[in-house]
C-alpha cells in the first residue's frame, strides 16, 4: 500500500482529496499547523474506513516539513502522491505598489522553498517505487498576475516554473508533475469548483497522467 500525502490539510479541498484517494487504498498523511485540527481530520477519514495519520508541520519551516514526510513514509508505507495545496496568509495579498520587497520573502518561502522542501523528501521514495505523482494547488493568480495580491502572484508564478520544470525532468523516471488551476472560489455547491468535484479532477489528473497544467473551469475574461 502507498500512500497519499497532503501537504496543507483542510477541512475543504484537502479533505476530499484526502477521502478520494483514500476510497482508492492509499494511505494518507495529513500535514498541517494545527494538530487539533489533524485529530478532527483523521477521525472523520477512519470512519470511511479510511487508515489516515496527521503530521504536524509548518510549510514556512522545511526542517519541520521534511521531518513530517519522512516519518510519514516510515509509518504509512511510501509516498506515490504528494499534493501540496496550503491556503495562502492573508498578508500575501497586499496590492502590488503596497508589496516592498521583504514583504515578497514569506509569500516565496511558502509557494517555492515548501514545494521544493516537499518534492525533495518525496522524491527518493518514488524514485524506488518506479513512480509517483506530484500535485500542486493555485488560483488564477498563478497564470494571470492579479496586482490586488501580488504577493500570491509572485509566488504562485514561481511556484508555476518549478512545477512545470519538474515536469519535464521526471517524465523519463515516471514521476508526473501536474498543476491544477482554480479559477473562482471553492465552494460545496459550485458546479466545476465544489471540494468533491475538484478532489476527484486531483484523482483523474493523478489516473490519467495527461500534460502539466489543468483548469478546474476556464479563466474568466
Known amino acids: 500500500m502507498t500512500t497519499f500525502a497532503l501537504v496543507g490539510a483542510g477541512v475543504g479541498l484537502g479533505f476530499a482529496a484526502a477521502r478520494r484517494f483514500g476510497a482508492a487504498g492509499h494511505t494518507v498523511a495529513l500535514i498541517s499547523r494545527d494538530a487539533e485540527k489533524l485529530d478532527g481530520l483523521t477521525a472523520h477519514l ?20 521534511t521531518t513530517a514526510l519522512y516519518v510519514a513514509a516510515e509509518a504509512l508505507g511510501p509516498i506515490e502522491i504528494l499534493q501540496y495545496s496550503p491556503v495562502p496568509r492573508a498578508d500575501f495579498m497586499k496590492p502590488v505598489l503596497d508589496t516592498g520587497a521583504d514583504d515578497l520573502d514569506a509569500p516565496l518561502a511558502f509557494s517555492v522553498k515548501g514545494p521544493a522542501t516537499a518534492v525533495n523528501a518525496v522524491l527518493p521514495g518514488m524514485r524506488e517505487l518506479g513512480r509517483g505523482t506530484l500535485l500542486f494547488v493555485n488560483g488564477s493568480s498563478a497564470v494571470r498576475p492579479n496586482p490586488n495580491v501580488a504577493g500570491t502572484s509572485v509566488a504562485f508564478a514561481a511556484e508555476s516554473a518549478y512545477a512545470a520544470m519538474l ?6 523516471e515516471n514521476i508526473h508533475a501536474a498543476q491544477l488551476i482554480i479559477p473562482g472560489a471553492i465552494r460545496p455547491d459550485a458546479e466545476h469548483s465544489s471540494p468533491d468535484v475538484l478532489a476527484q479532477r486531483l484523482y483523474d489528473i493523478h489516473q490519467e497522467r495527461d500534460g502539466f497544467r489543468h483548469y478546474s473551469e476556464p479563466l474568466p475574461d
Do not use: M
Not at 167 to 172: F, I
Open 46 to 65: 477512519s470512519r470511511d474506513d479510511i487508515q489516515a495519520r496527521g503530521f504536524t508541520a509548518d510549510v514556512l519551516d522545511t526542517e519541520s516539513l
Open 167 to 172: 515536469h519535464d525532468a521526471l517524465a523519463p
